[in-house]
Each structure stands twice: as C-alpha cells, then as structure tokens.
C-alpha cells in the first residue's frame, strides 16, 4: 500500500513562491500505474484541486490556478513536488498530496496534508 | 470546467436515519464519479467510486447511484461515526472537480 508525506515550510510571504514535496513509500513513483496530484483545503472550506502529473510527464491543472502551478517529478528521489508562485492570503490552506491508479479507482491514496499560511 | 452541485448543504439527521446526498453536474461525467467522507483534521477518505462501487473496508449502508449529471450517496442507517463532510469528485479528461460538500449533523 502506497503512503504519502507532505513536507516544506509551513508559512510563506505573499508574491512568494510556495514550494511543496511529496515523499512516495511503499511504491515506485516511477510506476506507470499511477498519477499524482496536489488538492488543497482553505481553512474551513472545500476542496480544490490543484493539478496532476502522469507517467507519460503529462501535466493537468486546474484552470484557476494555471498560470502559477508546475508540478515535477523526482524519480531518483520517489518524489513529487509543487509549485505556486505569486501567493496571496487566498492561498493559505492544508495542501494534500494524492495519488491514484489510473484504471483502477479504488486505488486512492493521499498524505495527512500540512498547511501552509501565506503571511508577512 | 464541469461544475459538482451537492445538496443540501446541510443535513440534520439522527442515528439510525437514513441519509440521502445528492450531486449535480454542469455536463455527462458518465460514471467517474467518486465519494469522499472527511472528518475534522482528517484527509478524505474514499467511500464510493465510478459511481455505485463500494472502496475496500467501506460498510455495507453506504451506497451510490446514478449516471451523467445526477448522482446519489445513500447510507441505509446512520452510525454515531458517520457524521462529517461528504464531497463528491468527478475525473473526466483527467481534470477533477469537487462538489462544496454536504455537512451531515446530528439532530
């Protein structure tokens, strides 16, 4: 079974860049089986997807966001990060790290989430 | 963007009650519909997918219907443990949208 752990600092100045990693155990991140993904939680509000990447390196991200979102790939570290650049308040929230087998949704694994609060 | 629509917003209910959630959507998602319940503090956790299928160790009162635009989340008698957040997802051309979430409380 996959598991997934969300580190990076947890307060980040406004018109900053966020920077989010996620370490993969249990699992190849290398697996072509897989995509992996960022959704984040504003403090008491909904969830929102921030984007994925696939196998193939193939990224998808949420239109809101696109402009400032990349999402990489760290194979010799079984790792995935996250990028947001520009950030506001509007983006402090608990940011998750999620992955799924593509083909085989009952596979859906997600980290603990960290939050991240975006403050002078 | 295809857009979820859950409702109602909030749900009052009491142990043993029967829950039934509803999700909308802006277009056809076929059946790459999922269910999350999420606890405070807690990562969601996957309860339904493609529809009506049932994730690994989820109870038997927990069921969903339906396909396109109009989905259901149904459980049958509710447990003390089953008040919390439901969202519903949807993951059509690999690009995923939530619902706002349905609160269920007890009444």
């Known amino acids: 079974q996959l598991q997934l752990q969300e580190s990076g600092p947890g307060l980040v100045k406004p018109s900053e860049t966020l920077s989010l990693t996620c370490t993969v155990s249990?699992?190849?991140?290398?697996?072509?089986?897989?995509?992996w993904g960022w959704i984040r939680q504003p403090p008491g509000k909904g969830l929102e997807w921030i984007g994925s990447i696939y196998y193939s390196g193939s990224t998808y991200y949420n239109p809101s966001l696109k402009s400032r979102v990349t999402i990489s790939v760290d194979t010799s570290k079984n790792q995935f990060s996250l990028k947001l650049s520009s950030v506001t308040a509007a983006d402090t929230a608990v940011y998750y790290c999620?992955?799924?087998?593509?083909?085989?949704?009952?596979?859906?694994?997600w980290g603990q989430g960290t939050l991240v609060t975006v403050s002078s | 963007e295809i857009v979820l629509t859950q409702s109602p917003a909030t749900l009052s209910l009491s142990p043993g009650e029967r829950a039934t959630l509803s999700c909308r959507a802006s277009q056809s998602v076929s059946s790459y519909l999922a269910w999350y319940q999420q606890k405070p503090g807690q990562a969601p956790r996957l309860l339904i997918y493609?529809?009506?299928n049932r994730a690994t160790g989820i109870p038997a009162r927990f069921s969903g219907s339906g396909s396109g635009t109009d989905f259901t989340l149904t459980i049958s008698s509710l447990e003390p443990e089953d008040f919390a957040v439901y969202y519903c997802q949807q993951r059509s051309n690999r690009r995923i949208t939530f619902g706002q979430g349905t609160r269920l409380e007890i009444k």
């Open positions: 249990g699992g190849s991140i290398s697996s072509s089986s897989y995509y």
């Open positions: 999620r992955t799924a087998a593509a083909g085989r949704p009952d596979l859906d694994y």
């Open positions: 493609d529809a009506s």
